[in-house]
């Protein structure tokens, strides 16, 4: 058993500061407006850096690794731009410390370094840029091995179409370096505190909830002499995911929406799961509509997968609606925006109609600030969810594994509404949190190839049997893309749950060609390794006690008769056998049917609590998961051969629940 360490950032609010020697406590307006001023030193210091050496020439040196003095280039940014003479001057006028301009080193190296690594993916693409049409496979043998360490699926896509997108504007002439393809880049208003040490921030704790940050902040925007900084004492209040036993570590100070945030990295102590040796996995599906549809594995003695049928959806359709809602919102007001701003600049300073358009433009560019801000924390907030209860499935179900399938390229072609639908999902933010809480409870993450998950059969298919995709099981004439049914094997289940199997089988049958990145710490089976899903009754409980079959001897008479049912009832009717006389006035003739204002008891049994909705237990209402059952870990004998004629797969999986 290995120990690692855990690292993860919590985002928290600090709203009042004591500054000290003083003792004078200022209120949350006036602290954002000093850390707006310090943010915004640190942010025009690392900006001259990064436009000052963005050329080719400085880029090979930084890539290199190594200095005038030939030494290798130290780890820390802020060391190796000094060790490099890139060092960061303060305005004209502005007094900063040693430790003010480290933060700013410190910022403009990580931009830069980010470059570098941007400028290697854009030349590999370029020297292996096809003459005409795409890569064949030759050519992406030749990119792959020109590519850095580190470069995902995501990143050449990105910049091919950066590229590409460059030579259609320049008559088809590629780009030569970075800094010909793209401009300087920005960098982001914030104080890396981690690059300072103790004469310019402190950090400690104050009880079990809540930490003493202690940071130098500037009184005025200019400070020109020593006596304008001065000690800032803030108390934050620790959020429940850092635990107890958490290590604090430097944090970075910003502003969102003129108030002040702290980012606090803190470090737990994890035990390291293995990649391999896994018995029990849970294999989970991304879907469009439906966020995650999972099934849980097991591997046999024999080398074979075996699953107990069972379905784990957690659907977001509700929430997917809402948020494609709110992005064609964002839309709009971007038009109006950029609508009213061309109305503006085309009319002269003097026009009274210019003030007007410009607070229009101004509101509208307001309203959509607001509505992104607000699609992020959705989108954030759905993906921890999901992410928590896909962890607590694996938990329940006793599992040590859970295969992702790596949907990095998955992007949609043809349809500009699915184009929409697939950017603004949340798959990288859900994989991260995966990763996350799978770390604390100790399960391995791994994510598998996605190709051909949902085209061949789960049960027979083994790369050759393909599925029929149907609109629904009702339906088996029509085209579709729900429900996926086989001609040889008479599998009929949903089209998610199919490939869940499949992404199962994967990773419980590829253990042993599991890659782990050490930059990141993130497994990747590297081969795919098909094998056939069985499906297997989980042993009895003991909770339901079968009926002793009857033991009756020989028959010596004749079977005596039932006596005949009386005709009457004792139970008054509850409507009139004939009608009512008609109403001539007064009170209302008896004999009417009551009305029942009791809501209707559902029924019970395992078909009811399979389909019926379930909200989850995170705080979405209108999300619809699987309730999470700790059920054995062990499944029974697995069920070789075809269903039973005129029993649909589904009924046959609901009674195996």
């Known amino acids: 058993m290995s120990v690692g360490v855990l690292t993860s950032t919590a985002t928290c609010a600090a709203l009042s500061a004591v500054v000290e020697p003083t003792g004078v406590r200022v209120r949350e307006r006036v602290l954002a407006v000093r850390v707006g001023w310090l943010a915004g030193l640190v942010a025009g210091m690392a900006a001259a850096v990064v436009s000052g050496h963005w050329s080719s020439a400085d880029l090979d040196i930084l890539a290199g690794g190594v200095g ?27 007094y900063v410390s040693d430790r003010v301009r480290r933060c700013a080193e410190e910022e403009a190296a990580r931009a830069l370094r980010l470059a570098v690594h941007r400028r290697q ?22 990119l ?72 130098q902040l500037p009184l005025v925007e200019y400070p020109a002499r020593r006596a304008d900084w001065a000690w800032h004492t803030m108390a934050i209040a620790l959020p429940p995911t850092v635990a107890a036993g958490a290590v604090l570590c430097a944090p970075t100070l910003r502003l969102a929406r003129h108030r002040v945030r702290v980012d606090l990295p803190h470090r737990t102590a994890v035990v390291r799961a293995a990649t ?32 107990d049928g069972r379905m784990l959806r957690y659907d977001a359709t509700a929430i997917s609606a809402k948020l494609h809602r709110l992005r064609g919102h964002r839309e709009h007001l971007a038009a109006k925006r950029t609508h009213h701003t061309a109305l503006a600049a ?46 607590d499935q694996a938990v329940a179900l006793h599992a040590s594994a859970v295969y992702v399938e790596d949907l990095a390229t998955l992007q949609a072609r043809g349809r500009r509404k699915g184009n929409a639908r697939l950017s603004g999902q949340v798959r990288g933010t859900v994989t991260d ?55 040889r094997c008479r599998l009929s289940t949903d089209r998610d749950h199919a490939a869940a199997m499949r992404i199962t089988a994967r990773g419980l049958l590829a253990q042993h060609h ?42 010596t008479g004749p079977t005596p008769k039932r006596p005949p049912a009386s005709k009457l009832s004792r139970r008054v009717p509850d409507r009139r056998t004939v009608p009512a006389p008609p109403c001539t006035g007064g009170q209302r003739p008896a004999g009417q049917e009551p009305k029942n204002h009791h809501p209707r008891v559902a029924a019970s049994g395992p078909a009811h609590d399979f389909l019926k909705p379930q909200h989850h237990r995170t705080g979405f209402h209108h999300v619809h998961a ?8 062990d499944f029974g004998p697995a069920r070789h051969g075809h269903a039973p004629p005129g029993m649909s797969e589904t009924h046959r999986q609901i009674q195996e629940v």
């Open 276 to 307: 391999s040796g896994h018995r029990v996995a849970l294999g989970i599906d991304w879907g469009v509509n439906t966020l995650l549809t999972a099934t849980v594995g097991r591997l046999t003695d024999t080398g074979r997968v075996v699953t």
């Open 121 to 142: 993916v854009v030349a590999a693409i370029v020297a292996t840029w096809p003459e005409h049409g795409r890569r064949d496979e030759a050519g992406w043998r030749a």
């Open 68 to 94: 005038p003095d030939g030494r290798a280039l130290p780890v820390r940014g802020w060391t190796a731009l000094r060790r490099l003479g890139w060092t960061a001057a303060a305005p004209g006028g502005v």
């Open 346 to 391: 085309g009319l002269p300073d003097t026009d009274p109609r210019t003030a007007r358009l410009q607070a229009l433009a101004e509101h509208a560019d307001t309203e959509h600030e607001r509505v992104c801000a607000r699609i992020r924390h959705l989108n954030k907030a759905l993906a921890w969810s999901a992410a928590r209860w896909a962890v």
């Open 514 to 555: 599991v890659r782990t990145d050490r930059a990141t710490g993130r497994h990747t089976t590297t081969r795919v390794v098909e094998g056939d899903v069985a499906t297997a009754r989980r042993p009895a409980t003991g909770t339901r006690t079968r009926k002793q079959p009857v033991t009756r001897g020989p028959k």
């Open 626 to 633: 699987t309730p999470v059952i700790c059920l054995p870990a």
């Open 433 to 487: 949190a995966i990763v996350h809480l799978a770390a604390k409870a100790g399960l391995a993450v791994v994510t598998v190839p996605a190709r051909g998950t949902s085209r061949y059969c789960p049960r027979c298919g083994q790369g050759s049997t393909e599925l029929t995709h149907l609109p629904a099981p009702d339906r088996p004439q029509q085209r579709g893309w729900k429900w996926a049914a086989c001609a």
């Open 144 to 215: 792959r091995g020109l590519l850095p360490p580190g470069a995902t699926t995501a990143e050449i896509v990105n910049r091919t179409r950066q590229v590409r997108a460059h030579a259609y504007a320049h008559g088809g002439a590629l780009p030569r370096d970075l800094p010909d393809l793209e401009a300087a880049p920005a960098v982001a208003a914030q104080v890396l505190l981690a690059a300072a040490d103790r004469q310019l921030a402190t950090i400690a704790r104050d009880g079990g909830d809540r930490a003493v940050l202690r940071v």
